[in-house]
């Protein structure tokens, strides 16, 4: 079966601009996470949806926010941003939230210039 | 606050050796703990998950053991190969009930050479 996709791959953006990053599950997942990975702050989570409902946020910003549709695909978006948003984004899906078939897409690079 | 602390950042060992890589985490409340492995420009793979009631499991080659009192992990690879080269990461879900959320350590780095 198909896995996590993530799209785009690659993006470069310029400082206060916006993106949109999207994730679209395995079928018949209805739970999607996010994560920011960078070197120095290794892998952060970001939020949490199940059916379309967000359960859990981490810490950061309110420049990036994220949601749900009715088929489960998923998207995050990050407002004004700054180089420092610079990050491989992951999202990982399963069944319902914390299954052991947690499986994570390849990510989309960020890179903010 | 819960902290994930692997050791050790980064290894280098010959090919058949067997090896352990350490994970251990501030708060003993826990729901499960994972262990994953992340290639060079992918996403990462589920190794291993041991339920917070659980000692270890087992996988193949692979070992991972939990002392969820002391805050500790260990991954145990048998017999290591080229192929096993890659990020090794440890990640804890907290608290008493399933979700999505991990909280993840820094890696641990694996060569295996030839």
């Known amino acids: 079966k198909a896995g996590v996709t993530q799209t785009p791959r690659y993006l470069i953006k310029t400082r206060g601009q916006q993106v949109t990053l999207s994730c679209s599950p395995i079928?018949?997942?209805?739970?999607v996470s996010w994560y920011q990975q960078t070197p120095g702050q290794g892998l952060q989570f970001l939020f949490e949806?199940?059916?379309?409902?967000?359960?859990n946020k981490g810490n950061f910003p309110g420049r990036f926010s994220g949601r749900q549709f009715s088929n489960s695909r998923s998207e995050m978006n990050v407002s004004t941003l700054e180089l420092g948003d610079s990050a491989l984004y992951l999202c990982?899906?399963?069944?319902?939230?914390?299954?052991?078939?947690?499986?994570f897409g390849s990510g989309t690079r960020l890179t903010v210039v | 606050k819960q902290e994930v602390t692997q050791i050790p950042a980064a290894l280098s060992v010959p090919e058949g050796e067997n090896l352990v890589l350490n994970c251990s985490f501030t708060d003993s409340a826990i729901y499960n703990l994972q262990w994953f492995r992340q290639d060079p420009g992918k996403g990462l793979t589920s190794l291993l998950l041991?339920?917070?009631?659980?000692r270890e499991q087992t996988s193949g080659r692979l070992n991972a053991s939990l002392d969820k009192s002391s805050g500790r992990s260990t991954l145990y690879i048998a017999a290591s190969q080229p192929g096993d080269s890659a990020t090794y990461l440890c990640a804890v879900r907290p608290g008493s009930s399933n979700t999505g959320k991990l909280i993840f350590g820094q890696g641990t780095t694996l060569q295996v050479k030839p």
């Open positions: 990982a899906s399963s069944a319902s939230p914390g299954d052991y078939g947690y499986t």
């Open positions: 079928s018949g997942h209805r739970s």
């Open positions: 949806y199940f059916s379309e409902t967000q359960r």
């Open positions: 041991i339920q917070s009631s659980q």
